[in-house]
């Protein structure tokens, strides 16, 4: 039974089959690894200053799916 704190698990859970999802997952994690890529965000809009940001790939990958149902 989902979480109501983690809402996304029951989409996440949904999608696990789909290989989509896997597919860019393990492309986020090769990113990461082989060429060194990390996702950021702006420290502050007024600076050219960025900061990874703590993300979990499936997360990703499900706002991103859910965007193009």
Known sequence: MPSERYPE???LAALS???????ICDFLKW???EKGLTLCEPY???????TPIAYHPGTLVVAFLEDKA
């Open 9 to 11: 698990e029951a989409l």
């Open 17 to 23: 089959n789909d290989p989509s999802q896997h597919m």
């Open 31 to 33: 990113a990461e690894r």
């Open 44 to 50: 502050k809009t007024k600076y050219d200053w960025y």
